[in-house]
């Protein structure tokens, strides 16, 4: 048996609705495990995907516009750490 982890949401309905949708072979049936984090496993200080993005993107921008900094002064000061 092959394990293809995906994400999915549960509707008001009891139905699932995954993310994205599954490579495999057509009107095959499969075995659905799922598993639902309980209240304390959920980090609210963890950043949302859109925040994740915003940064990416703005790391991007500044990379390609040149405003970076040599990966050897990054340590700097950081030896004693």
Known sequence: MKAIKVMATINEHGQLTLDHPLMTDNNSRVEV??????????????????????????????????????????????EDV
């Open 33 to 78: 495990i799922v598993l639902i984090p309980e209240a304390a496993e959920i980090d609210e200080d963890e950043p949302s995907k859109k925040v994740i993005v915003e940064d990416f993107r703005q790391a991007w921008h500044e990379a390609m516009t040149g405003q970076t900094i040599p990966v050897g002064q990054l340590w700097e000061g950081l």
